[in-house]
């Protein structure tokens, strides 16, 4: 096969062999170094070694392959490109896949030819042996790789006079044409030039046209060959289905006519141009579930967007990406050049985007500029060399996210068929790019718990649905040092924590946040707060308030002595204003003045008793119980008051019940309760109005009631009047005379009692206020109740 037909008188010329297969190296070397005796050649199995081998003296042909673990083929060539001693004069790159961008980014380097595999080496010898003869070593190489080639026919006859007439046909049509005159040499030529279209003689020697089409047609790199088969002036029909049926695209028969042969060829060239465009868009879309299974394996924004880049560039064979996500806030940018972009060529800049983003976000559509230069949605500042550019948006579930921009130093050179494309690797990477911010989110919000979590001084502790431990924090562990319970257990009741378990029970079983002063084992006392969390447990918040408390008490031991000790020094004023008159007779403005200085003390007096009264409360007040008639007692209250009743013109009524069964309470507690509730109606209800007092049995308890017609308190005050030293500011009412602590210490004894006080209020209409205690252990069995607006009822019984 090595026929002299290639060992033509070729010039001095050094070439460089690059594979990082050693077997694949060797023999292309060996072949090329058989092309001519001037031919010197250097073999390296990869980039780096290559660049070392021709460090001194640069080489004027170079084939090296794509794929290679530390610099691909193109890196190498482009390294090789500004070698010192020149740049080669031809490069050819040799790619196991034809990947759309790999072309374009070859073109771009001038690479002279691309080879995809599986190659014969006496193709490349056959390439390498042609451009030694056209350029010579030191030539530079003066045609682009990117002027449309003419159609090459390949004419298989072993009639000279056939060949030439063909020939002269395809000649005046503007093809050109490679001829082999039998069978063998048809095959070779078809491989090592890869004709467009092959018109086969039948009848050959060596092989017949028959043999020469089935291998064509099972061999993968050159089956897509069109085949017109040239039969005899009077076919056998045999032979004409024979040769359909192994392949064949069509027949023409001797003598040719010039025209129909030439309709033919036509014909079968337009079909193979169309089927080799969707050879290649199918080869565009075949990238994408890989890409998609590139993108969707990124985590990590910069890496991601980084693929994504380089993926889009160099899909559709462009120069230059750029991408902008819009990710709350400052949008994100990016961008990439593909490794070449040292070439002036490259210098393509990206103009602010913001405009262009704000109109594809609009349209939700994207856009092809032609001419970066005379484009007004391309606000280019600089002079810069015309360009095309294609912009394609971001689609993210609600929005859109972001746009991908790519560029090409060509004008137009974006068409419908790359917008396409483009968008649907922006839509996987729109994807891919919402999970990661997604993701991203999500960790720093985890992140941020994570750090609430560990560093909180409150023990936090989370529990399951059934009770067991799930997670505590830090300050948590601390709290249960001797293992009293350890992840995945329960607390158990009797080891201490029974407050605790209690306050977890009622979450548990209402379901509803609760919370509640609980106390340690050690005595520590312990805010918890215990929170349902949706479909998983519940967590709960220990604050501690030990100190708190300890200075609450302090504070309250600290009034309580002040207070009393107030009193001594009240006594003695009281004592000796009591003995001024003895001593002598007093003018009428002493006497006056004396009334004043007494009413002072008076009101000191009762304040320093109702703060020292709050303080012993809040000190725990030992109460002396006893099995109390609290009807007796509110009517013998009720009746103390008369008097000032009276002196108000206010009717004051006692609404005796029968039966009323009696209460474990503090006589003097309840009493003072009671006393403050009274004075209180009194006090607030003008002239000529109505108060009555009650007692009655409601839902096993007693209920005790104060009803006045009187000012009423605001609906605003309300939840505030039983707070120490809240007083409701009353136009007509007599504000000096009140320190706002009577309601407080009447709260502080009903729950001594472990009763409840509630009121209702209308201002201007009057007010009702309920204590609710209940009942001695002995006492007779309830007598029921409906439970009714106990104000509009008592408003009714005392108009
Ligand atoms: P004070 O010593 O000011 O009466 P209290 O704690 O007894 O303190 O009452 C707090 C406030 O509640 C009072 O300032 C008063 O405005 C309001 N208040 C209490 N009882 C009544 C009532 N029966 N009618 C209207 N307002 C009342």
Redesign the pocket.
């Known amino acids: 096969m090595n026929e002299p037909a290639l060992s033509i008188n070729l010039p001095q010329a050094r070439v460089l062999v690059v594979d990082d297969h050693p077997g694949t190296a060797t023999t292309l070397a060996r072949a090329i170094s058989q092309l001519g005796p001037g031919i010197e050649v250097v073999s390296a199995t990869s980039g780096k070694m290559a660049l070392e081998q021709v460090r001194d003296n640069a080489v004027d042909l170079v084939i090296t392959d794509m794929m290679m673990p530390d610099m691909n083929g193109l890196e190498l060539i482009e390294k090789l490109q500004s070698h010192p001693g020149g740049r080669p004069a031809y490069t050819i790159l040799i790619t196991a896949y034809d990947v759309p961008g790999l072309k374009e980014s070859a073109r771009r380097l001038k690479v002279n030819q691309t080879i995809i595999k599986p190659f014969r080496p006496e193709h490349i010898c056959q390439i390498v042996s042609k451009a030694l003869e056209d350029f010579g070593p030191s030539k530079q190489l003066k045609k682009t790789t990117n002027l449309k080639q003419p159609h090459k026919i390949l004419i298989a006859d072993d009639v000279q006079d056939n060949l030439s007439l063909l020939s002269r046909y395809l000649v005046n049509e503007g093809y050109s044409f490679v001829t082999a005159n039998n069978g063998i040499k048809a095959l070779e030529i078809t491989r090592s030039e890869m004709p467009d279209l092959i018109l086969l003689d039948i009848n050959m020697p060596e092989k017949d046209g028959f043999e020469v089409l089935k291998e064509i047609r099972l061999d993968p790199a050159i089956e897509h060959i069109p085949v017109i088969i040239l039969t005899a002036a009077r076919p056998d029909p045999v032979d004409v289905r024979a040769g359909l049926e192994l392949g064949a695209d069509d027949y023409v028969t001797k003598p040719f006519d010039r025209r129909e042969l030439l309709a033919r060829i036509r014909t079968k060239l337009r079909a193979k141009e169309s089927e080799g465009n969707i050879r290649r868009r199918n080869k565009e879309l075949s990238v994408l579930p890989e890409i998609g299974k590139d993108l969707s394996a990124r985590l990590d924004m910069d890496e991601l967007t980084d693929i994504i880049l380089r993926r889009s560039v160099e899909t559709l064979g462009a120069m230059v990406g750029q991408v902008i996500i819009l990710n709350h806030g400052e949008p994100l940018r990016k961008e990439y050049r593909i490794s070449a972009s040292s070439s002036p060529a490259f210098e393509v800049q990206f103009p602010a985007l913001d405009d262009l983003l704000n109109q594809v976000k609009e349209a939700r559509q994207g856009m092809i500029i032609n001419d970066t230069n005379n484009d007004d949605r391309w606000r280019i500042t600089a002079e810069i060399p015309p360009s095309s550019a294609i912009v394609v948006p971001l689609f993210g579930r609600l929005d859109v996210i972001g746009i991908l921009v790519l560029i090409h130093e060509q004008k137009g050179y974006f068409n419908s068929e790359h917008q396409l494309l483009l968008q649907a690797i922006a839509s996987q990477a729109a994807i891919a790019l919402e999970n990661v911010i997604l993701y991203t989110s999500m960790t720093q919000e985890r992140q941020r718990v994570a750090a609430i979590f560990q560093r909180s001084e409150d023990a936090i502790l989370t529990f399951a649905a059934d009770g067991s431990l799930t997670m505590l924090n830090p300050a948590g562990e601390k709290l249960f040092q001797n293992d009293e319970i350890k992840l995945g257990q329960s607390l158990t009741r009797g080891s201490g924590y029974d407050t605790l378990k209690d306050l977890l029970d009622e979450a548990f079983s209402s379901r509803k946040a609760h919370s509640r002063e609980i106390t340690w084992p050690d005595k520590r006392v312990f805010t918890a707060l215990v929170t349902p969390i949706e479909n998983d447990g519940y967590v709960t918040m220990l604050h501690d308030v030990t100190h708190f408390k300890e200075l609450d008490r302090a504070k309250d031991d600290f009034i309580s002595t002040a207070s009393h000790d107030l009193r001594t020094p009240i006594s003695v004023i009281r004592g000796y204003m009591e003995l001024l008159p003895q001593v002598g007779p007093l003018n009428k403005k002493q006497i006056e003045y004396i009334e004043c200085i007494h009413a002072a003390t008076e009101t000191m007096n009762e304040l320093a008793g109702n703060i020292l009264e709050l303080a012993k409360m809040a000190t725990g007040m030992e109460l002396q119980l006893e099995h109390l008639d609290v009807c007796e007692l509110l009517e013998k209250i009720t009746n103390e008051f008369q008097p000032q009743a009276k002196a108000k013109k206010q009717s004051l009524l006692f609404g005796k019940n029968r039966d009323i069964p009696k209460v474990d309470a503090d006589h003097v507690q309840l009493g003072r309760a009671l006393r403050?509730l009274v004075g209180?109606?009194v006090?607030?209800?003008p002239v000529n109005g109505s108060i009555k007092t009650s007692v009655e049995v409601r839902e096993n308890q007693l209920s005790i009631r104060v009803v006045?017609n009187?000012?009423?308190?605001p609906a605003d005050d309300l939840p505030f009047?039983f707070d120490r030293f809240?007083?409701?500011?009353?136009e007509a009412?007599m504000d000096d005379e009140?320190?706002?602590?009577?309601?407080?210490i009447v709260k502080s004894i009903v729950e001594q009692h472990k009763g409840t006080i509630s009121v209702e209020?209308e201002q201007g209409e009057g007010?009702c206020?309920t204590i609710v205690l209940p009942l001695a252990q002995q006492s007779p069995p309830d007598v029921p109740n409906s439970k009714t607006n106990r104000l509009s009822e008592w408003k009714g019984s005392i108009k």
């Open positions: 403050n209180n109606a006090k607030y209800t006045d009187g000012y009423g308190i009047i809240y007083r409701v500011h009353h009412s009140s320190n706002g602590l009577g309601l407080s209020s007010s206020f």
